[in-house]
């Protein structure tokens, strides 16, 4: 069963954002668990307990994992990358929108701003996937 341990290292990293969104902030925010964003990453988590797994069981020189090791590559740039930059240009348009409201009434929609991870909470989502996988 090459899942239980991809989900338990997913379901780890969303109680550890819990705990660790608490802590920073005084406050528990039940939202984490299913919110994007966020230490650690659960997506980075997901990957490489699912790839660290494949890898254990059938060998790091089959095809699949080596499908499973592209698939980790891409999600860990992505987390990092692409959704982070995201996270960004939301925080800038938000600070727009705030300066505009400020000076004049209009609708505001908010745009979403923890989208993605800082290296280092990639890095910690690698670490615990591949010890859960592993394990």
Do not use: C
């Amino acid at each position: 069963m090459f899942f239980v341990r991809p989900l338990l290292a997913l379901l780890i990293a969303q109680i550890l954002k819990i705990i660790f969104y608490g802590w920073k902030n005084k406050r528990f925010d039940f939202r984490r668990l299913v919110g994007a964003g966020g230490m650690p990453s659960s997506h980075s988590a997901l990957t490489v307990a699912l790839t660290t797994r494949i890898g254990k069981e059938v060998g790091i020189s089959e095809p699949i994992f080596a499908v499973a090791l592209v698939f980790t590559i891409i999600v860990l740039y992505d987390a990092a990358g692409v959704r982070r930059a995201a996270g960004k240009q939301a925080a800038v348009l938000n600070s727009i929108m705030d300066e505009i409201m400020a000076h004049k009434k209009i609708k505001e929609d908010r745009l979403k701003e923890l989208l993605g991870h800082t290296p280092f909470e990639v890095l910690v989502g690698v670490i615990l996937g591949f010890l859960v996988g592993w394990w």
